[in-house]
């Protein structure tokens, strides 16, 4: 935990030339830009590879894995340092892992985990996901301070691994506060419109003024949500809590206009500490833990949500 | 000539009962309505207003899919006529001219796939699965890859608004449905574009001018899918090049499949394609307010639908059609099938008159 906050803070404020890195070139294996939160990675990357001396080989796959191993033979083929990979699933990576290891060329798994066998990768740089969904569930047990409540909530895409890890993490964080109870959960698909519209149905299904809290899975479904509670004719963030996971800029605006009430974020750094691996790796062979776990920081409504906003808005999220 | 109208799209008015009945059941709420902050709220209001990019799709894919033709690319339209609006109203323009400026788009995309399919000859569903891949991409560049967002009250007011209450997408796809529905049955548009599904060749033999027929169905659907992208971008206050309309031109083909309307091209119903669009509406509505796991979504939908399917399938309308012959207190059967099939014969005009 401290080790990534300390290179999170070091590659987001210095963000070190190390003559190691410089002239390397790298490819990185972006899923797509499916949502503003992995456009963001994809200019945080950029940006870390540019101010590192770095060739940044970049890749978009949308969405599809076969783009994805596609790309990163195309990688192999150029003969590239090092390979960044943002799995769109977990499984069905083991041949072109092998490849990249038979070429003797490093990869880090970016953001997402695969089921391989762990020597076939160097190391996966990603959130813990389950705990993100703690935090926020932690969060909310707070808010309520012992009173009833029941919380509607906004599941990722369905079978995806931060879908179901966060529903367990927030499950487990209310597990012992019997007056905490989900009452719906439905699929949303992290898209700002599926958000909207299975809050409405919510709505209906419940009533307004029956619902204490939303809990959503990430801030893009959130936000589509929240103009869903003010079309009813509900307060989002006093009427009906909101929380929810990624801290993207726009949520960062609604918790400032009082619309939303806390976010956990999900940095897009994820690029920052892999650079630092790889340093570390060239320079003297170092090899890394199998999991580097990035810092997941609560935002409410006492931290200064405006000011973040207009840091992030340029990111490209 | 109302009753021939009706005996077409009866199968759909009873799938819709049905589902619709389905909600019911799931949720004894469903039919309330109220009426709150200036508009009307309800199930029932929300499954008209959800259905609206589906049913905008369904108006212009009906026409495509009467020329035995298919678009592809109509999710992949929207994304781009979103990204935009969305651009034009980020760059300092009123809502017209983002409206406008889709809608542009839209033709644009249209008349593309029009000149390849009319023109070049190409297939339909190679010519447009063309725009389908590369369109996102387009809408990506325009949006550089970002969630587009605006607070151009206009623009806004065209997905969230409402119109006397009721909200602005069902206003529009409504307009637009009749709209088509008019043009093409109260002139011979309609009859025209069924022949070129029918036998392009004989039609042009016969002196249509398939080609530009064919184009002009080709920008219908470019617009319709332009206007679904308007709406849709509008509801949410930003264009998500990734996710806006993403697999919607599977529901809209599904929409017309469910119309009654054959992919293998010929006669067509809009009013059918429309019921059907609402149908797919319903058939989410109840899957949200079950309050059933999201594992069983796809299952259920799946299921709902072939059943749906099954009841349409020619085997089964055969079965049925012999079982009420079959059954006593009915005129001998022959002649009544002899009927029938003479009436089929003229739907063609009949349907059109009574249509508007």
């Known amino acids: 935990m401290k080790l990534s906050s300390i290179l999170l803070a070091s590659a987001l404020v210095l963000a070190p030339m190390t003559a190691m890195a410089a002239g390397k070139t790298v490819g990185f294996s972006q899923i797509g830009s499916e949502s503003g939160w992995r456009a963001a990675e994809t200019t945080v990357t950029k940006q870390q590879a540019e101010e590192r001396g770095v060739t940044l080989k970049f890749a978009d796959a949308q969405q599809k894995q076969e783009n994805q191993i596609k790309a990163l033979r195309g990688f192999i083929a150029q003969g590239v340092d090092a390979i960044f990979l943002a799995p769109v699933v977990a499984t069905g990576w083991d041949a072109v892992l092998e490849e990249a290891q038979d070429a003797k060329i490093p990869v880090i798994l970016l953001d997402r985990k695969v089921d391989a066998d762990p020597s076939l990768y160097m190391t996966a740089v990603t959130s813990d996901t389950v705990y993100e969904g703690e935090v926020a569930g932690n969060w909310l047990k707070e808010a309520v301070a012992g009173k009833d409540c029941r919380i509607v909530e906004l599941q990722g895409t369905t079978g995806s691994s931060p879908a179901i890890d966060r529903k367990k993490g927030f499950e487990k964080a209310i597990a012992d506060a019997p007056n905490l109870k989900i009452v719906r959960s439905q699929t949303g698909d992290f898209t700002r419109a599926q958000g909207k519209v299975v809050m409405e149905s919510f709505l209906k299904a419940e009533g307004a003024a029956n619902i204490c809290a939303l809990y959503a899975h990430n801030d893009d479904m959130a936000v589509g949500a929240i103009q869903a509670i003010k079309e009813a004719g509900a307060k989002p963030g006093s009427d009906i809590l909101v929380v929810a996971i990624d801290a993207v800029p726009d949520m960062h605006l609604a918790i400032a206009n009082g619309e939303a009430n806390a976010t956990v974020e999900l940095t897009p750094n994820m690029a920052g500490p892999a650079f630092d691996i790889l340093d570390a790796y060239w320079k003297d062979g170092t090899l890394p833990e199998k999991w580097v776990q990035t810092e997941s920081k609560l935002y409410t409504q006492k931290d200064d949500n405006k000011a973040v906003y207009e840091m992030k808005k340029s990111l490209g999220y | ?356």
């Open chain 2, 1 to 356: 000539m109302m009753s021939d109208t009706l005996r077409r799209i009866a199968p759909q008015l009873v799938i819709l009962a049905v589902v619709i009945l389905l909600n019911f059941i799931v949720f004894p709420g469903f039919f309330s309505i109220e009426f709150q902050n200036g508009r009307l709220f309800g199930n029932i209001i929300d499954v008209l207003n959800r259905g609206a990019p589906v049913a905008l799709l369904a108006t212009g894919m009906t026409l495509v899919i009467a020329t035995k033709g298919i678009d592809l690319s109509v999710g992949a339209v929207m994304a781009i006529a979103g990204a935009v609006a969305a651009s034009v109203v980020t760059a300092g323009g009123g809502w017209v001219p983002a409206l406008l400026a889709a809608l542009a788009a839209g033709l644009a995309c249209g008349s593309w796939n029009g000149i390849l399919v009319a023109i070049f000859r190409v297939q339909p569903i190679v010519a447009t699965l063309v725009l389908m891949v590369a369109g996102r991409g387009i809408a990506q560049l325009i949006t550089e890859g970002k969630i587009m967002t605006f607070i151009n009250p206009g623009l806004i007011h065209l997905g969230a608004g409402t119109i006397l209450g009721v909200p602005t997408p069902v206003w529009i796809w409504i307009i637009m449905g009749c709209l088509v529905t008019y043009v093409v049955r109260r002139t011979a548009l309609g009859m025209l574009i069924e022949a070129i599904g029918i036998n392009e060749t004989s039609s042009r033999l016969a002196g249509i001018n398939s080609r530009v027929l064919l184009v002009a169905v080709y920008l219908v659907t470019g617009f319709c899918a332009a206007l679904a992208g308007v709406v849709v971008a509008a509801d949410i206050k930003g264009a998500d090049a990734n996710n806006a309309g993403l697999w919607m031109e599977l529901d809209a083909i599904l929409a017309v499949v469910i119309g009654g309307n054959s992919l293998l091209g010929g006669r067509f119903s809009i009013v059918a394609s429309l019921l059907g669009a609402l149908i797919i509406q319903s058939v989410n509505s109840v899957i949200l307010l079950s309050g059933m796991p999201p594992e069983f979504n796809l299952v259920i939908k799946a299921l709902l639908i072939i059943v749906i399917l099954f009841i349409q399938s020619p085997t089964v309308q055969h079965a049925i059609y012999l079982f009420r012959a079959s059954t006593p207190p009915h005129a001998p059967t022959e002649e009544r099938a002899e009927k029938s099939a003479e009436k089929s014969h003229k739907n063609n005009q009949t349907a059109r008159e009574s249509l508007s």
